[in-house]
């Protein structure tokens, strides 16, 4: 290898390293800004705590970055006080002046006011790239707090999901957390779902004055019963009000499960705001035997009629239908915090086995092979007096599957394929030779569907468009190989155990199978729109359940509140008005300083101006911050200046671009036991959430 110099190649120096391990994200403070109330005849500023607040103006001039913008900003404030004094000077003048009147004072004064509300936008969206590391302090007890600018949030998202992802796979639970028959034991963890976090679903509500009820039930075994989905998103809210909202008991993006027993079932909700998902509520939910739920989405705001029906099925607002055995239904509003039925209704005495929404019409299909369906209207008004009822066979509807234009409806050894606009039959195809065989599950996969069968280990892939049957996988064989690789006491844990499919899932290149047993599989399908054909072998996680798998639920963790780009080209004064401001009004005749009056003249184009980018300068701040210990702050700077200018007329085609967080596949059981680990976790029978993190 060459010794050579070559001075083009940049240098670097090794700074500091710390373990993996000991790294984590801290909290964002809140910075210090600034509200301002103009009366006719003061401006009155308030300021806002926060970690800036004992930073002088000396150190904030020695930073690069965010630090430069707090200085910029007090400096702004110091004339903004400057103007409204010499406002209040020229009042006193007794002659009349062209360019020194009052009038001109005050454009100048809103032209500095409208400049430090948009430095104050300029500086929140810097502090949401920033990237706040919590390390050891090198050579003594404590904390210290590193901060990297990451130039933008996809970015500072990107790198903290990696971090995250290191960080796991790391942990003993994921060494190893599958069996992968083609690495012999030496597995790829990059490619490998990891396991983020096992919890107990219930807990006792502090919030539900029923709370002997809850310690009653708690006593007793329960069962995951059935789950769902709520994507319920709050737009354009701030941090604060994301606070709020959960106070108040309304979470963004959550998933209800339902836990019971015969005489009483517990709902829980599960939400996946950082660090890791948690039981946030647990409340009664009031009917037995529950035996499926689905989640309906609110009515577009724009569709809804000016005067709303008074009647009492009118439900414009997303909600939680949750059907039982005993052939109830009970809606829950998603956003009352009250956790009280909205209404409960009765579909038929026979049992409810599936239900599933879709093109504003709720399908239910029944245990004796009926199968109802009620419409929405456009005001969001349900005509459950009103039912479309259509018999397709003598056994349960037992899986609901939406495809394209149509619902897949599953009856004993038979798919019937319903035209949701019509209501009507338009196909029909048979899964298995023997008329035995019952249907449990249905998963649709790119143009192909797969499909369980009650009590059985083996899964069948159809196509969505010819209904051809394409391919079959027995998932028994890959946990067989995977049990001979364990201990005997565990092994005599799956003696004489029936095996087959409880639960199915694709979703990101991978077909999720939960099993009697507790196990779970995770096979490779195209990640494209295609036939999903399974293409290579089945990996078998080691951490399951103790008793079946009842669900598999996808869904993305929150971001946190806040992470959000801000185009600075956006913003504009609360009336909507564009200000002007040239040295024909005085603002150059008033004795302003050069660099002073160019600012103020740009913020009269608020298109133009505060493109968002940081100093070229790469000095480090000496502010100091600690938790126990003295802090280093450190702004690297992330990229050429120039090379963002270049790419700001791709993020004005991209309002607050992001990307999506990261992916979760949860799965609900009894108990939580890894096959690695200890021995008495088999014990715990207490109904429980598994969560794996996709990368």
Partial sequence: MSNSYDPAVPKYKL????????????????????????????????TTPGSKRNMNHKDMKTYSGAGKLYAERDDLMHDLAVADQIGAQIKLLKGTYKTFNSSAVEKWTNAIHTLIERKEEEIRAADSCKIQLSLPAAGKSGRTIVVFNAGHEKTKTNWIADLEMAKLALKPRNNPAWYDPDEEGKLDISGLPL????????????????????????????????AVYCPLEFQDLSPKAHIKMASSGLYEGSTWVCSGEQ???????????????HVVETFPAGEPLVSCMEFVPAIHKFARTRKMSESDFC??????WIATETGRISVFKCEDKTR?????????????SSVKFMANRMFVGLGDGTLVVFKRMQDGCWLLEEPHVSLLTAAPVSSLLPVTNCMWCASGNAVFIINTNTVQRQDS???????????????????????????????????????????????YAPIGRMLQGLESRTKSFFHNRTVCVTSMLACQGSLWVGTSVGVTLDLP??????????????????????????????????????????????????????????SEDGAADIGLDTSTAASVAMATKPQSYMAFTFAEDKEEGNDKQTDDAEADFVFLESGDARERDNSSSERKNKKNDSIGPPMLVLSAGEGHWYLKGDDRDRKNKEPSLVAWQLG
Wanted: overall charge positive; glycine content about 4%.
């Fill in 340 to 352: 009280q039925p909205l209404f409960t209704f009765k579909v038929s005495p026979s049992p409810i």
């Fill in 429 to 475: 195809f048979t899964v298995h030779n023997d008329s035995k065989i019952r249907v449990q599950f249905m998963v649709r996969a790119g143009v192909g569907v797969w499909v369980s069968m009650k009590n059985k280990a083996t899964i069948r892939l159809f196509h969505t468009e010819t209904l051809q049957y394409l391919q079959e996988i027995n998932i």
């Fill in 195 to 226: 396991m983020m976090k096992s919890s107990p679903l219930t807990m006792t509500s502090h919030k539900q004055p029923m709370k002997g009820l809850l310690d009653a039930l708690m006593k007793t075994q329960l069962v995951v019963q059935a």
């Fill in 315 to 320: 439900l414009p607002d997303a909600t939680i």
């Fill in 525 to 582: 399908v195209p990640q494209l729109e295609g036939v999903p054909l399974i293409n290579g072998p089945a990996r078998v996680a080691y951490h399951t359940h103790v008793g079946p798998v009842k669900c598999l639920i996808a869904t993305r963790r929150k971001k946190l509140p806040g992470w959000r780009f801000v185009r600075p080209d956006l913003l504009r004064s609360e009336d909507g008005d564009n200000f002007s401001l040239s």
């Fill in 263 to 277: 005489k009483r079932s517990v709902l829980s909700i599960v939400s996946f705001h950082p660090p890791t998902p």
């Fill in 15 to 46: 700074r500091w390293s710390v373990p993996l391990v000991d790294v984590d994200i801290a909290a964002s403070p809140e910075a210090a800004l600034h509200s301002m109330d103009k009366t006719a005849a003061r401006t009155t500023i308030t």
